[in-house]
């Protein structure tokens, strides 16, 4: 006989839970992949978090939803892999070292390429380390021996093999082109680097003076600053306002600047004065229109949003600066026709937050038209929910060209070499006079290739990339769908042939109480770290992830995080209480001896167990926590565990009882584990002679009993009492007398072998098992196949009740006498409406079966 391991403390107390429960796992390679080839893989890439700063409720979300599905598929036996990594975040993270520098006094220009990358390279062991802290603190099951960072020199050649490949296809170029320019970070911006707000502006309008003295030219602009850089007025062609003035030359207000009028069908005749200014340097649509008119393309500001030497007096002003100062003296000679109020979208850098600049600038780009239409035409990739799949493809439909040209130090250097006009795409310098592009990749470059670089790519033959790859499942948040998701896929599929993973799970963002987005400007943002020191790290892992179904948003509610906790405390007094029952662990079921009620119980978690399955494979983790709470709470504890408590008590029931609770509970932390695995854990060990509930068993459904409807309906006689009790205020320690009436004889056989139980959860002093009984002088409780008939004395005060029925019957006489002497009195008949006549008449009837009804009453009254 096996006794158990120790007694539970009669407390959960999360930290001596926790406390060194993750260190023991990585002792024993519980999350090491590989170690049996024999098993079938199942992988999983981390989305590789920005070691710009912490980790937030988002990244917990995420991280938790990954290792739910890999913690399980593990238990289900295959070589599961959650392989982990951090990114770069060439731009983001390059700002923070930059903040840090200034503070120190420094900068980098000022320190050079080299020494700015040692420090770059400091920042990131310091922030990859607070990563590593919170991983584990959120029990990721990542295995560390394939940890990867994207400048790793691995995942370089990676991106220097992707960059030449798609430039020898011509797929990558370098030109002029209008891009949104980051002016704080100096740097462009890739489209969806953009984030666009309504922003409360003004529209300008400018007289343009013709250069003869005859008058002058409205235009409309936002942005009076660029006019310095403006090659043309335009009008359409078929503007017969302004066809007289096509060819004339305007000056540019303020200066002797000399432009022409042009036309162009371009413009849209209906808005505003039908004239616009033309500045290709500074404007995408006007760029278009400077190539088909041959206009010269200057820039009239620097790299950091000032004034050049083309604005003249304004030369070293900051751009809104010189807005204000423009329109001042512009006002002063008359050449202002009006200002207007105006609210416009306008875009902002997502990582520095200043408003954009678009700028004609030389960049390097990808074309995006081919690799869209490869993946429209061929991914096979399934999207949950799958309406994030025509999302998806509707924005590959109208995909812009990508710039992955940065200019910063932190990231892929882009492998470009110049020797005057010459260039030269290789890793390697052609040689001497050859200076390499300064310019790094665009961040979402490398991370394109995380699922197939992370693995050995380039080389086909590693091991990993040969076992691992294609991935299993991608989880991340809808918000990135475009900026990595569809990258993802697209190189992927051009440079593996393969979707680089069979699904995609997508989750929404955690918003506060009020439903607002997390901000810091909002101050509104929850630290992980913060729940986990106050309510341990399985109440926050269940929170996150039982409140929202695929695809949409979450609220962080602390009502919700605490109803977690509670949950596991009741995991933990369940166990305790079967605990504290068992003799001996190793105790077996022997089927021949079950109950009607341990049959009930292991049929219930054979259902639970296929329902749990249904749910964890279509990834609807608030429909598993459903599930499982559903049936710990109110089902094992609140019933099985209360008639266990009768069952231990007999001596033939005993030992089966003891061997039915810990098939239950072993089964119910495994299905659990999951979700909270260290306090599944923690009680799978003190329990069961086993390595570790990791690397136990997923269970099965193993037992179906036909007496599911016997015990239901025992429980429902017992459910029908307790809210009799409840309706007429009678406190649950008082007893009863009752009689069961049963509709056949058969489930009264079945029953009576139960009699203890009834005895007890009704708690009787007396109780009667009849065949079609009828006692009126009982309360009736109806059911299907039992009828309940409970004694009156002891649940209702008999004298009260008499002398409310004769008052009853009082009142009743005289509603009768006065309705029978209206319906009786000619005149009334003669004059009411047929309306009123038919609602007395009624009354009156229903006075009379009332009437009948308490003289029922009285006549059986005890």
Known sequence: MSKMKKE????????????????????????????????????????????????HLGHAWDNTLQDIIIRRKRMQGFDALYLPGMDHAGLATQAKIDERLRAQGLSRHDMGREKFMEKAWEWKEEYAGHIKKQWAALGLSVDYSKERFTLDDKLNEAVNEVFIKLYEKGWIYRGNRIIQWDVEAKTALSNIEVEYEETQGKLYHLRYPFVDGSGYMVIATTRPETMFADQALMVHPEDERYQKYIGKLVTIPGTKVEI???????????????????????????????????????????????????????????????????????????????????VHQVGYSERTGVMVEPRLSLQWFVRMKELSEQVLNNHKVEFVPERFKKTFENWLTGIYDWTISRQIWWGHRIPAWFKGDEVKVQVESPGEEWVQDEDSLDTWFSSALWPFSTLGWPDIKDPLYQRYYPTDVLVTGYDIIFFWVARMMMQGLEFTGKDPFKTVLLHGLIRDEQGRKMSKSLGNGVDPMDVIAEYGIDALRFFIVSNSAPGMDTRYDIKKVEAAWNLINKLWNITRFVTMNIDDINVKIDASKLTMIDKWILTRLSNVIEDADKFYDKYEFNEVSRVLQNFVWDEFASWYLELAKVSLQDPALKVNTQAVLLYVLKAILKL???????????????????????????????????????????????????????????????????????????????????????????????????????????????GANINIYVKKEGLIDLAAEKEALLK???????????????????????????????????????????????????????
Not at 283 to 299: C, Q, S, T, W
Not at 820 to 849: H, M, R, T
Request: net charge negative.
């Open 672 to 782: 659990m584990h999951p979700f909270i695995p260290f306090v599944t854990e923690k009680l799978f060990l003190d329990i069961y002679d086993e390595r570790s509930i990791m690397v136990s068993d997923w269970p099965t459904p193993e037992y179906r009993f036909d007496s599911v409807d016997q015990f239901n309906e025992m429980a429902d006689a017992i459910v029908k009492v307790r809210n009799l009790r409840a309706e007429y205020k009678v406190i649950p320690s008082k007893k009863l007398k009752i009689s069961l009436s049963f509709r056949d004889q058969s489930l009264l056989d079945a029953m009576k072998k139960y009699e203890v139980y009834f005895i007890k959860f009704l708690n009787t002093e007396e109780l009667n098992f009849e065949l079609n009984k009828t006692d009126d002088k009982s309360v009736l409780v109806a």
């Open 260 to 342: 022409p009028v042009i036309a162009d069908s371009y413009v849209d005749m209906s808005f505003g004065t039908g004239v616009v200014k033309v500045t290709p340097a500074h404007d995408p649509n006007d760029f278009e229109v400077g190539i088909r008119h041959n206009l010269a393309m200057p820039l009239c500001m620097d790299e950091s949003g000032k004034m050049n030497e083309m604005a003249f007096k304004y030369q070293g002003m900051d751009r809104f600066q010189c807005r204000k100062q423009v329109m001042e003296d512009l006002k002063d000679i008359n050449l202002v026709e009006k200002i207007e109020d105006y």
């Open 8 to 55: 539970l403390s009669t407390k959960y107390d999360f930290k001596q839970v926790e406390e060194g429960r993750y260190q023991f796992w990585l002792d024993n390679e519980f999350f090491k992949a590989g170690k049996d080839q024999r098993k079938t893989p199942f992988t999983i890439v981390i989305p590789p978090p920005n070691v710009t700063g912490k980790l």
């Open 808 to 862: 009853q019957k009082d009142t009743l006489e005289k509603e009768i006498a006065r309705s029978k002497g209206l319906l009786s009195n000619e005149s009334f008949l003669a004059k009411a409406p047929k309306e009123k006549l038919d609602v007395e008449k009624q009354k009156y009837e229903d006075y009379l079966k009332q009437y009948e009804d308490v003289l029922k009453k009285l006549e059986n009254h005890v």
